[in-house]
């Protein structure tokens, strides 16, 4: 009942918060008619080019939306910069699994937005489409934006022949037609274009992006715009907090069977690591928590209240999990599900009025590995963090016919460095 409270509490405040909060940047847009539109640009954080503009001015609270079609440019801030494209797109795909035999380039007109890479002499402009398909585009003096050319396919090679038999293997190919064109566009500098053919490059924005740079540093042209490469982000901080746990015992196996365990009140403490994921705008990441924890277990035995037995022991805890941030102003929630293994670092066993041999039997081989699944819950603000988590884990019996289990919940803080 608990996991199923905390769960919808996660899901109702991502509903809410994800309505009622847009990620806006202040920008500009230029519209095709030459006027511009100052104001708030909501931010493209999905991995397919968008093909309208989400935005709203500082006269209207209203959420606008324009299509590429009677947008120029838009740019948000000292950040990304995009442009409107109109024209044609080849329609194959590049992934493996979906190529044919055809190596003929096939085109359907379509507009969108383009990202730009780069914008000088020679300018490079990046998207991915509805197909979630990569496009590669150029201009050369600011002048008509054309689509690199690229398409994959399949050919059938004979790789063993006689006069009995033969082996066919299906291999993939390129046409590669975007270095005819770029062999073209920079002829006026010969010792480049002599080595395209050659030159060790793939179709992606990053090889050719070297290749451009190296065009407008021949032609001694300014770069204008350059986008920044997004690596992602890595968050480090301390951790630490107080932990509530419940062992269950299920086993026939005495004297186990007759003792109620009490909770365990203990603090943990440690280090996080918590990396963003490039693109995603600060939303996804993989957090990894390394954590210092004990337990301390107090059994009463059913019929004597005398008849005692304490569990100790110390697990060096390495939690991951997939984390999800809110974006916004001043405090942000996320929510996280993931995965904990645990390593026993120290155990012992101290009973009274209890037959020695059947109480440390458990221990002898006393599980030095434990697993649980984790779901929480928090928020970042600034430097800070706060969160509650809950951890369902497999315990310490290493023997099926007595099995352990933890529920444990967390309230933890930390600071990020």
């Given at each position: ?57 500082p ?13 120029r ?195 943990q ?73 645990s ?16 109480a ?14 984790i779901i ?36 933890q ?5």
């Amino acid at each position: 009942m608990k996991i199923i409270i905390l769960v919808g509490i996660c899901f109702f405040g991502l509903i809410n918060h994800a309505n009622a909060q847009r990620d806006f940047i202040p920008g500009r847009i230029v519209l095709t008619n030459g006027d511009t539109i100052k104001g708030l640009i909501q931010k493209i954080n999905q991995r397919i080019t968008p093909e309208n503009v989400v935005f709203k001015t500082p006269s209207e609270s209203k959420i606008q939306s324009l299509p590429a079609s009677r947008v120029r440019s838009f740019r948000y801030n000292g950040g990304e910069w995009y442009f409107s494209y109109a024209g044609p797109l080849e329609t194959s795909s590049l992934h493996d699994s979906e190529l044919t035999y055809d190596s003929s380039m096939h085109t359907t007109n379509d507009t969108l937005f383009i990202r730009c890479v780069l914008f000088s002499k020679a300018s490079l402009f990046y998207a991915r489409d509805r197909n979630d398909r990569t496009h590669l585009f150029f201009s050369m003096n600011g002048e008509g934006v054309r689509e690199l050319a690229y398409k994959k396919y399949y050919v059938d090679e004979i790789v063993i022949a006689n006069y009995r038999n033969q082996i066919i293997r299906r291999s993939i190919m390129g046409n590669e037609m975007y270095k005819g064109q770029l062999i073209q566009a920079f002829s006026d500098c010969m010792f480049l274009v002599g080595g395209i053919l050659s030159r060790p490059m793939q179709y992606n924005k990053n090889d050719l992006l070297d290749l451009f740079e190296d065009y407008n540093r021949c032609r001694a042209s300014k770069i204008i715009y350059r986008e920044e490469k997004d690596k992602g982000r890595l968050e480090v901080s301390l951790q630490g907090g107080l932990s509530v746990s419940d062992i269950k015992i299920v086993t026939n196996w005495q004297p186990w069977s007759f003792y109620n365990f009490n909770q365990s009140y203990d603090f943990q403490g440690g280090v996080a690591f918590n990396y963003f994921l490039p693109r995603t705008g600060n939303r996804f990441s993989f957090y990894n928590e390394i954590l210092l924890k004990p337990y301390q277990l107090r059994g009463v035995y059913k019929e004597n209240n005398a008849t005692t037995v304490t569990l100790s022991s110390l697990y060096a805890k390495v939690i991951t999990t997939g984390r999800y941030t809110l974006q916004g102003h001043g405090v942000l929630p996320f929510f996280e599900l993931g995965i904990s293994n645990s390593f026993l670092l120290y155990s012992n066993i101290d009973s009274s009025n209890l037959v020695e041999e059947n109480a440390r039997t458990m221990f002898r081989d006393f599980r030095g590995y434990e697993q649980g699944l984790i779901i929480s819950s928090g928020v970042e603000w600034k430097k800070l963090t706060g969160l509650i988590r809950l951890e369902k884990s497999n315990g310490f019996s290493p023997y099926g016919s007595l099995r352990t289990s933890f529920t444990t919940w967390y309230l933890q803080a930390g600071y990020i460095f």
